[in-house]
């Protein structure tokens, strides 16, 4: 692979029109960029294979493989790297699908130099691929460059250095504590400490002396004073998970926190100040619980000075790719490298609505990389919810095929196939339902690069 230039981002252009690629390419070198230009989807491959790019400009319609197909398969290897599609006319609806295959942009022709120079511009401006923030656990706490993903990375940089209470809502499982230390870490008082207290799984009266602490004598077995964790986060920040469920009393108590800075411990006379931020979340809403007489609507206009709603993982699937990655690096074990993911796995995996989140994501990997001890991981490996019909859906192949002469009927159901047998062109053909003479003939026809000569003389994958 040939190392990019120091500061000077690098562009990949595929396009069939040769006119239009050229100048498109010296508008891109004018503008300072280091420019490729291909003619075709399979050279396309090729170069992103070669050569690191930091955005590529992909024609939706090419003879062969066409950008769509392009696009998908990148994404279905985990290539995440910002493309934004040009699509002629007649052809929006080919480039809206295409924003949801993981597009980040599209233009149609004929391209305006400044927009395309500024939406480039602003697509090179979302660069790190990832934004990851560092937590208890070492995994990353936020992964992607989705739109959602980097309006949330926007509220973070806006309220961290702020002393304003945050309320985080979102579903389980979205990553709502670990939004909270991103938060913290870009205060000021990210080098204080971070205290997280999960309100719902203690009692009232246990939640009651573990945040504010008691004296001696309070209680049965208050054998000695106790600091609160109001007090032991006194400079940093504590995070008060599940928030919903916490009673009225102790509501009235986290009120007085916030209004007047100060915290006294069970069965003290007197008050103890408290200089702590406190950021708050729930995976409830709060405003029916308010209408509802089960929170109090003063606490929850304390809390909710500045809100973050953290988005499902099904509204930003063009992230799965990048979070598969991490969570198979966080399953491999120590000093082994990941185990890779076959295409149609990760087609499933992009497919599913995770009703847990990013949390059943992580869980889900982890235990598909048990099963596959180390070897590559396929679809075989994923458990039923995720995996669904796949089993039907390849053994049902050949009847789609004679059923579905178009010819992307057929490219489609060819490249399904090929994804999960790795591009073995003698299982394919056998799913398939055809000789594996006619696939490779098929594949050229398409446009798709085959690896070595004809299956006679001993070729057996192929190269998309």
């Known amino acids: 692979m040939t190392s990019p230039s120091k500061n000077v981002a690098r562009i990949l252009i595929v396009d069939d ?3 239009f690629r050229l100048s498109m390419a010296a508008l891109l070198e004018g503008d300072g960029y280091e420019v490729q230009a291909v003619a075709s989807g399979a050279e396309a491959v090729h170069a992103l294979r070669d050569a690191h790019f930091d955005a590529m400009l992909l024609d939706v319609k090419m003879p062969g493989a066409d950008g769509i197909t392009v696009l998908e398969a990148l994404r279905i290897w985990g290539n995440g790297i910002p493309v934004l599609m040009i699509s002629g006319v007649g052809t929006v609806k080919d480039a809206v699908r295409a924003m949801h295959i993981g597009a980040d942009d599209f233009l149609t022709k004929p391209v305006e130099p400044e927009l395309l120079s500024a939406r480039l511009g602003e697509l090179l401006g979302r660069r790190p691929n990832a934004a990851a923030y560092a937590t208890t656990t070492d995994r990353p706490a936020m992964v992607g460059r989705s739109t959602a993903m980097l309006q949330l990375s926007d509220q973070i940089a806006r309220v961290a250095p702020t002393n304003a209470t945050v309320l985080i809502t979102g579903e389980t499982g979205t990553g709502k504590e670990l939004t909270a230390k991103a938060v913290h870490m870009q ?12 309100c719902g799984a203690l009692s009232e009266s246990l939640l009651e002396s573990e945040l504010f602490g008691h004296v001696r004598g309070a209680f049965t077995g208050a054998l000695r004073d106790k600091a609160g964790l109001f007090e032991s986060a006194s400079g940093g920040t504590i995070f008060l998970d599940e928030i919903g469920g916490v009673s009225f009393a102790l509501q009235q108590r986290l009120l007085r926190v916030l209004q007047e800075r100060e915290a006294t411990r069970v069965g003290a006379l007197r008050p103890t100040q408290v200089n702590v931020r406190v950021i708050a979340a729930t995976n409830r809403e709060l405003r029916s619980e308010v209408q509802a007489g089960r929170f109090r609507e003063d606490l929850f206009y304390r809390l909710n000075v500045f809100p973050i709603v953290l988005p499902p993982l ?5 992230d799965i790719p990048l979070l598969i990655e991490h969570a198979l690096a966080s399953a ?3 000093g082994s490298p990941p185990a890779p993911c076959t295409p149609f796995a990760i087609r499933l995996l992009r497919a599913y609505d995770w009703p847990g989140n990013v949390r059943e994501l992580f869980a889900v990997i982890e235990s598909a990389s048990i099963r596959a001890a180390g070897g590559r991981i396929g679809a075989q490996h994923l458990p039923p919810e995720v ?3 796949w089993e039907a859906d390849l053994t049902n192949l050949a009847p789609r095929y004679q059923a579905d002469l178009s010819d992307e009927g057929e490219r489609q159901a060819i490249l399904l196939t090929l994804a999960e047998t790795g591009g073995a062109l003698a299982r394919s053909a056998e799913l ?3 000789g594996r003479t006619t696939l490779w003939r098929k594949l050229k026809g398409y446009g798709i690069s085959v690896a070595g000569p004809p299956p006679g003389a001993g070729a057996q994958g192929v190269d998309v």
């Open 387 to 389: 995996r669904g019909s």
């Open 314 to 318: 099904r509204e930003r699937r063009s």
């Open 187 to 198: 205060s000021e008082r990210g080098s204080n400490p971070f205290v997280a207290v999960d």
């Open 332 to 334: 491999a074990r120590p």
């Open 432 to 434: 398939l339902g055809m």
């Open 17 to 19: 029109d040769r006119v």
